[in-house]
């Protein structure tokens, strides 16, 4: 009994049961793209979902925006979505260019004021959330994402097939 008693402790130290095996859904949303098109985030069910929120005039949200290009490229065929949702309050006028000249080649939206705060208190940006192919999120992440990072968080992902 003792015995059973130590794995468990030990068991319950390392995180093997936790509260946190219990995920969240990730709310839906409905969105416009920038040339006017809806976009929903239901739409990539059985699909990994980079959800990231930025602004054009973040330092950090610029610095990462490589990176998420090159993940985009290399894993959208393997069931992998980014959506950009910028918080931008310059509108269109301010995103559609720096989407343009940075060739960000993955969706964008821009936040109606409300799609942020249904994700919880988002303080800082980047954030980043990280939503599994049953529309569970999986993981959060505030501050720059590389490519290492990204791949890291997803790849576990695609090969479970959740």
Same mark, same amino acid.
């Given at each position: 009994?003792?015995?059973?008693?130590?794995?468990?402790? !030990?068991? @319950?130290?390392? %995180?093997?049961?936790?509260?946190?095996?219990?995920?969240? =859904?990730?709310? #839906?949303?409905?969105?416009?793209?920038?040339?006017?098109?809806?976009?929903?985030?239901?739409?990539?069910?059985?699909?990994?979902?980079?959800?990231?929120?930025?602004?054009?005039?973040?330092?950090?949200?610029?610095?990462?925006?490589?990176?998420?290009?090159?993940?985009?490229?290399?894993?959208?065929?393997?069931?992998?979505?980014?959506?950009? !949702?910028? @918080?931008?309050? %310059?509108?269109?006028?301010?995103?559609?260019?720096?989407? =343009?000249?940075? #060739?960000?080649?993955?969706?964008?939206?821009?936040?109606?004021?409300?799609?942020?705060?249904?994700?919880?208190?988002?303080?800082?940006?980047?954030?980043?959330?990280?939503?599994?192919?049953?529309?569970?999120?999986?993981?959060?992440?505030?501050?720059?994402?590389?490519?290492?990072?990204?791949?890291?968080?997803?790849?576990?992902?695609?090969?479970?097939g959740v």
């Amino acid at each position: 009994m003792k015995r059973i008693a130590a794995v468990l402790i !030990i068991a @319950l130290s390392i %995180g093997l049961f936790t509260e946190a095996t219990a995920q969240k =859904k990730a709310p #839906n949303f409905s969105l416009k793209t920038g040339d006017g098109k809806k976009y929903e985030l239901y739409q990539n069910k059985g699909k990994v979902v980079i959800l990231n929120f930025w602004a054009t005039w973040c330092g950090p949200c610029r610095q990462e925006i490589p990176d998420f290009i090159e993940v985009y490229k290399k894993y959208k065929d393997q069931g992998v979505e980014i959506v950009g !949702i910028s @918080l931008d309050k %310059g509108g269109w006028e301010k995103v559609n260019p720096f989407v =343009k000249q940075n #060739n960000i080649n993955y969706p964008v939206v821009l936040d109606n004021g409300t799609v942020a705060s249904t994700f919880g208190k988002i303080q800082f940006i980047p954030t980043t959330f990280i939503i599994d192919p049953n529309g569970n999120i999986v993981d959060e992440h505030t501050g720059v994402m590389t490519k290492a990072m990204l791949e890291a968080k997803i790849k576990p992902l695609l090969k479970k097939g959740v």
